[in-house]
């Protein structure tokens, strides 16, 4: 059974930062996001190493390996990501986890329902695929999807291909919403879409097991990398590399697809909050107002500029 590391959370929580230094990791292969499965204009799409996708020797390295198995690799379309094309068992297959008796009854579609059981098969294949042919090429025998989206997680979980390890990466409300706002100024959906997030994660935490969950905070990471990495590599069981992967001088190419800031090259590690001068006293207090309860469920104090020390 394959040992599958998953980086859970909200967009904008940091999860490429970590992925980036957890494949520097001698055991873990990893290309970010696996649920991307469309890249949009992928001819002129730059791979994490710097190479245009296409010219990229590590993708033609697995182009090649699914070729040997009489698969076509698709940058167009992975047909990795659980989510919808419009058919009624697509939308069964990738609607957002929801409580318990919804998901009784989607298990339910699954077991009676042919074409929603031949849907979920179909994208469990290609995952497994894609996954086995990436640690392949890469020689690593543990993977790392930095997907983040719950339901992803849900359905990789109920495969029983991987043995799965979750790191669900927390941040501060204020600091998610506050990217957001970069992108859109509609705060009200910009809060929807973080309290939304939160909630579906939260859903998922209850239904998998304790010691398959490890919580961190993106700003204890920040703070103290070298402790926090070294946790992580222990709740996966995986050697303590942690000062071989904080160390930028052993840095090596990284093929990861997803976020552009995994073409910004090694930055040095720090937390910084930008949300007090990105967001308006009105913001803040819409937040205080909706966000306080759910925000601190992650110890995060609204009365507080940053997080409070464990």
Not at 246 to 274: A, C, F, V, W, Y
């Amino acid at each position: 059974m394959r040992k599958l590391i998953y980086i859970m959370g909200c967009a904008h929580c940091g999860s490429t930062l970590l992925t980036r230094i957890l494949a520097r990791h001698s055991q873990i292969a990893t290309v970010g996001e696996l649920k991307m499965s469309s890249i949009p204009d992928y001819r002129n799409f730059q791979c994490g190493c710097g190479a245009e996708l296409l010219e990229c020797a590590f993708w033609k390295q697995v182009a090649a390996a699914f070729a040997e198995e009489g698969v076509a690799l698709d940058f167009g379309d992975f047909g990795t990501h659980y989510g919808s094309n419009g058919s009624f068992a697509s939308r069964v297959v990738g609607a957002q986890m929801r409580g318990p008796g919804f998901e009784s009854l989607r298990r339910a579609a699954f077991t009676c329902w042919p074409p929603a059981a031949r849907a979920l098969a179909r994208i469990n294949q290609r995952n497994k695929i894609v996954i086995d042919k990436i640690c392949e090429v890469l020689r690593k025998p543990v993977f790392l999807d930095d997907s983040k989206d719950p339901t992803r997680l849900m359905h990789l979980s109920r495969t029983g291909h991987y043995d799965i390890r979750a790191i669900y990466l927390v941040r501060d409300g204020r600091a998610i919403v506050a990217s957001y706002k970069k992108r859109d100024p509609d705060m009200r959906a910009n809060f929807h879409l973080w309290e939304n997030k939160v909630s579906e994660c939260e859903r998922l935490r209850k239904v998998l097991p304790k010691m398959r969950l490890m919580e961190v905070r993106y700003e204890d990471f920040c703070q103290d990398s070298r402790r926090v990495l070294s946790e992580i590599l222990a709740f996966s069981g995986l050697d303590d590399q942690s000062e071989h992967c904080l160390s930028p001088s052993t840095q090596e190419p990284q093929h990861i697809i997803g976020h552009n800031s995994r073409l910004l090259g090694d930055r040095p590690i720090e937390l910084r909050n930008e949300w007090p001068a990105l967001l308006t006293a009105q913001d803040l207090e819409n937040f205080e107002r909706r966000g306080r309860e759910l925000n601190a469920l992650y110890g995060y104090d609204l009365d507080e500029s940053i997080p409070r020390q464990p």
